[in-house]
C-alpha cells in the first residue's frame, strides 16, 4: 500500500511557476512509476507528465512541454513537478499516481487506470 500526498498547489498569476511535491509512504518508492495528472471543471482527467521508476524517462503531454518539468527524488520518497509559465489553461486539481513495477517493460504510463495509487489532489489556480 502506498499513500501519496500533494502539495505545493495555489493561486498564481499567468506567467508564474509553482512546484508541486508528492510525497509518498512506504520504502519501496523506487518500485513504482509515477505520473502526474489534473482535472480541470467539467473535463476529464489528463496525463500531464509520467517518470520512470528512476527517473531517467520522462514523458510530457504537449499542452506543457517545454514549460513542465517532473523529476524525483527516490531517497527522499518524492516526485515534483515544476510548473513555469503557468497559463489560465493550467488551472485544474492536479493528482500525482502510481504505478507498480509490472512485467510490461513500460519506462513509464500514461493511462489513468495504469496506475495503482492516487493522491487527493492539489488545487492550482492561474488567474490571467
Known amino acids: 500500500q502506498v499513500q501519496l500526498v500533494e502539495s505545493g498547489g495555489g493561486l498564481v498569476q499567468a506567467g508564474g511557476s509553482l512546484r508541486l511535491s508528492c510525497a509518498a509512504s512506504?520504502?519501496?518508492?523506487?518500485?513504482?512509476?509515477m505520473g502526474w495528472f489534473r482535472q480541470a471543471p467539467g473535463k476529464e482527467r489528463e496525463i500531464v507528465a509520467a517518470?520512470?521508476?528512476?527517473?531517467?524517462?520522462?514523458y510530457y503531454a504537449d499542452s506543457v512541454k517545454g514549460r513542465f518539468t517532473i523529476s524525483r527524488d527516490n531517497a527522499k520518497n518524492t516526485v515534483y513537478l515544476q510548473m513555469n509559465s503557468l497559463k489560465p489553461e493550467d488551472t485544474a486539481v492536479y493528482y500525482c499516481?502510481?504505478?507498480?513495477?509490472?512485467?510490461?517493460?513500460?519506462?513509464?504510463?500514461?493511462?489513468?487506470?495504469?496506475?495503482?495509487?492516487w493522491g487527493q489532489g492539489t488545487q492550482v489556480t492561474v488567474s490571467s
Open positions: 499516481a502510481a504505478k507498480r513495477r509490472d512485467s510490461s517493460g513500460s519506462y513509464y504510463y500514461t493511462r489513468l487506470g495504469d496506475y495503482d495509487y
Open positions: 517518470i520512470s521508476r528512476g527517473g531517467g524517462v520522462t
Open positions: 512506504g520504502r519501496t518508492f523506487n518500485d513504482y512509476a
